[in-house]
């Protein structure tokens, strides 16, 4: 291939990327870069748009410019069969794990690998038992989507995003709701996936210290631009005040704790 | 004034775009054949629960509303003295309008409901766009095989709508109120025409079929993704399938019988 190392590098790479819902801006003009085989964060406030930006590298969403390169496909240049065709390369961990309700946990990972290949079902039972096991849920696999813990049923759901060993993998706030010890759980989780399968992650979250503990990356957003950028030491010691106050939880400082509204007093008083 | 040009402007901009997103979901759910044809497995499981599973409340409507054309039927006959024709008009009754109708209004509120439902919930709860990152397009996965199953159930269910509800009118009109039974068979041989009464009403129950299995799962797949909109999904599923089963059916019927 004639591109450089520079190429090989980054899977995935996001250009001049703006999206708008109705008259509301979500990302003005973005760009990031993830690199392959690393751990690489999205993080920010609720709203900002972390999700959106998942689906627009997933190709569910067209952008309103810039591009989306993901292992050389421009996504959103693509047919409907090749965008097909690279989404198989894909695996998406949805935040409420999108498990299909009407099949058991086996199933559920057994339908990829019944949808796109003609795999035998002996060959079938051992690679869901394998990557049921990799998940620690081997013996959950005859209970129903409802019987599930929320852990449980993202656990179940990584191992369905890696049924068809894709080249990467995306989560979107893996973290949000989870008691200490399936939270701790996760965390080994992606990263031991990440390592062992050699997968190249992006993790879309809000919680601070889990998501620095396993990032190499991480790329900070808010109002629709990057704010900050770098590693999670770079981060951690970041000078901008927003970054701070984003990693230190305070509950004001340039992000106000008021919503915009006019003076309080003069508010109070004009009904007088 | 102003006002309200606006919201009539709104209202069918409204209507039209929806009715542009619901024939390119059609398109794209017909399209959906050639994989149905691969995997009749999926169909068999949807004609089983879009299809089996309304039978019970079909019959016995189908019998109660047979039951109560007899009674009406032959109250109505007795005073000109023709009760005999009793079979002949529980028969056109039912074969030309109340089956094919009768059988859709139940089958929406039955079937087409519980579709809406479940494809609204599934979308909900990221199903369906989770079976797309899976590379699977849910619309022929999930939505052809429950159009299709749709499709061929009502039909059959009409039919046997209309076949049990005869056996009602037989039952009060032969078997309470003393009609002679061998006129009550051989004036409905004699009197129906298999083209101009059995065949209308198996078109019509084509055209519901296809109208209430569309109706039913677009509403599902447009909803809007939470309790509230899966709620109103349902309830829209319910009354624009009424509203387009009667209005065709009139429609329908004007063509089929009005160069009479």
């Known amino acids: 291939m004639p591109e450089g190392t520079q190429v090989d590098e980054t899977l995935v790479s996001i250009k001049n990327l703006s999206f708008s819902r109705g008259t509301r801006k979500i990302f003005d003009s973005i760009s990031l870069d993830f690199q392959r085989g690393k751990i690489t964060a999205i993080m920010g406030p609720s709203g900002t748009g972390k999700t959106t930006l998942l689906k627009l590298i997933g190709g569910q969403l067209k952008p309103d410019q810039g591009s989306v390169i993901v292992d050389q496909n421009n996504v959103h240049q693509l047919s409907l069969k090749s965008l097909y065709q690279l989404r198989k390369r894909m695996g998406m961990l949805f935040q409420s794990g999108a498990l299909l309700t009407d099949m058991n946990v086996y199933d559920n990972i057994a339908f990829p690998l019944r949808e796109h290949t003609a795999l035998s079902e002996a060959m079938i039972r051992s690679l869901v038992l394998m990557k049921l096991q990799a998940v620690g849920l081997r013996g959950a696999r005859n209970l129903m989507p409802n019987e599930l813990s929320g852990g449980m049923a993202r656990r179940v759901a990584l191992a369905r995003a890696i049924a068809l060993d894709p080249m990467m993998i995306m989560y979107d706030e893996p973290f949000t709701g989870q008691d200490p010890i399936s939270l701790g759980v996760l965390v080994e989780l992606i990263k031991k996936l990440n390592t062992i399968l050699g997968l190249t992650s992006i993790i879309v979250s809000h919680d601070v210290q889990e998501t620095a503990s396993i990032a190499d990356y991480i790329y900070v957003i808010s109002g629709g631009h990057v704010v900050g950028q770098g590693t999670p030491e770079e981060i951690e010691n970041s000078n901008s005040e927003w970054v701070r106050q984003f990693m230190h939880g305070n509950a004001d400082g340039p992000v106000p704790f008021h919503y915009p509204a006019k003076d309080y007093i003069e508010d109070l008083l004009s009904y007088l | ?260």
């Open chain 2, 1 to 260: 004034m102003i006002q309200l040009t606006r919201q009539l402007g709104r209202f069918t901009l409204q209507s039209l775009a929806k009715l542009g997103r619901g024939s390119l979901f059609l398109g794209h759910t017909l399209s959906g054949l050639t994989d149905i044809l691969l995997r009749p497995g999926l169909l068999i499981r949807q004609l089983y629960f879009v299809g089996v599973l309304t039978f019970l409340i079909i019959v016995i409507s189908g019998l109660f509303v047979g039951m109560v054309l007899g009674l009406q039927g032959y109250y109505t006959l007795s005073d000109f003295g023709a009760e005999e024709s009793l079979g002949v008009m529980v028969a056109a009754s039912l074969v030309r309008e109340l089956g094919p109708v009768v059988a859709a209004l139940l089958f929406a509120g039955r079937a087409g409901s519980a579709l809406t439902a479940e494809i609204g919930l599934m979308k909900a709860t990221e199903q369906l766009s989770g079976m797309e990152m899976m590379a699977v397009d849910p619309v022929k996965r999930i939505i052809a095989p429950r159009f299709f199953a749709g499709f061929i159930s009502l039909p059959i269910l009409a039919a046997l709508f209309s076949a049990v509800g005869i056996l009602g009118g037989e039952m009060v009109g032969v078997g309470l109120l003393g009609v002679d039974e061998g006129s009550f068979w051989s004036q409905m041989q004699a009197n129906l025409d298999f083209y101009d009464d059995i065949m209308n009403g198996v078109i019509k129950s084509i055209v519901f079929g296809f109208v209430t299995s569309w109706i039913a799962l677009f509403e599902g797949y447009d909803a809007i993704p939470t309790s509230e909109g899966v709620s109103r999904a349902t309830t829209r599923t319910v009354v624009n399938s009424a509203f387009a089963v009667l209005g065709l059916d009139f429609l329908l019927t004007a063509m089929m019988f009005g160069d009479d």
